[in-house]
């Protein structure tokens, strides 16, 4: 079964950055594309960015310019460096594992293949 691990989240200043980690225990479906949602209120997750097997990345329109995604093939591993940090970008991160359609809302930890536990961001003003 894959298991996501997160690691890296913490409380930041605004304008700050931070770097989150994601392990892949192993690939279940070898098309299986990485990404990362954030939860805020309430119990809808938010796509922040996603990066498919041949590196092509997806950023959400309030994250563009600030926030990168990468993947480590030979670790089995995916990060999202968050620079200049906002107050709205505290949230839990999760990593997600999908072959599918990564919606731009969905259901927190249902919905798609694999969810890691979740890794706390919070942005102070």
């Known amino acids: 079964e894959m298991e996501l691990t997160e690691s890296g989240g913490g409380s930041v200043q605004a304008g700050g950055s931070l770097r989150l980690s994601c392990t892949v225990s192993?690939?279940?479906?070898?098309?299986?594309?990485l990404g990362w949602y954030r939860r805020g209120p309430g119990n809808e997750c938010e796509l922040v960015s996603s990066?498919?097997?041949?590196?092509?990345?997806f950023y959400a329109d309030s994250v563009k310019g600030r926030f990168t995604i990468s993947q480590d093939y030979a670790n089995n591993a995916v990060y999202l460096h968050m620079s200049s940090l906002k107050p709205e970008d505290t949230g839990v991160y999760y990593c997600?594992?999908?072959?599918?359609?990564?919606?731009?809302?969905?259901?927190?930890?249902?919905?798609?293949?694999?969810w890691g536990q979740g890794t706390l961001v919070t942005v102070s003003s």
């Open positions: 990066i498919s097997r041949d590196d092509e990345a």
């Open positions: 192993e690939f279940t479906w070898d098309d299986s594309d």
């Open positions: 997600v594992a999908d072959r599918g359609e990564w919606l731009p809302f969905t259901t927190c930890v249902v919905g798609m293949d694999a």
